[in-house]
């Protein structure tokens, strides 16, 4: 099991850029799937991006559309988002997730969550 910290979310207007980080702490990191998920207020949770454990596949929803990249960094326990050309719409709480199973898009099939950290984007 691992602990998750989320950090980097705040407020930006619409265009600009955010990097959201997620801290790991558990030896087993580096075997984890890790994604970033968010929900908007009275919004189902919605798949951001998802990257495996090692860091050479991601999948990204359709929404991305070429404008978030996940990364990670397993050497220091991290993984990150990139967030550009943000939308009013991307406004949503993001939470850090992971599993030591898959690389999915289905938010039910990951185990281990932070507390999120809330971007707001004004138009």
């Known amino acids: 099991q691992l602990q998750l910290v989320e950090s980097g979310g705040g407020l930006v207007q619409a265009g600009g850029s955010l990097r959201l980080s997620c801290a790991a702490s558990g030896r087993t990191f580096s075997r984890h799937y890790m994604a970033w998920i968010r929900q908007a207020p009275d919004k189902e949770r919605e798949f951001v991006a998802a990257?495996?454990?090692?860091?050479?596949?991601?999948n990204y929803a359709d929404f991305v559309n070429g404008r978030f990249t996940i990364s990670r960094d397993n050497a220091k326990n991290m993984v990150y988002l990139q967030m550009n050309s943000l939308k009013p719409e991307d406004t949503a709480v993001y939470y850090c997730?992971?599993?030591?199973?898959?690389?999915?898009?289905?938010?039910?099939?990951?185990?281990?969550w932070g507390q999120g950290t809330q971007v707001t984007v004004s138009s």
């Open positions: 997730a992971a599993n030591n199973f898959v690389l999915t898009s289905d938010p039910d099939r990951y185990d281990d």
């Open positions: 990257i495996s454990d090692n860091g050479d596949l991601a």
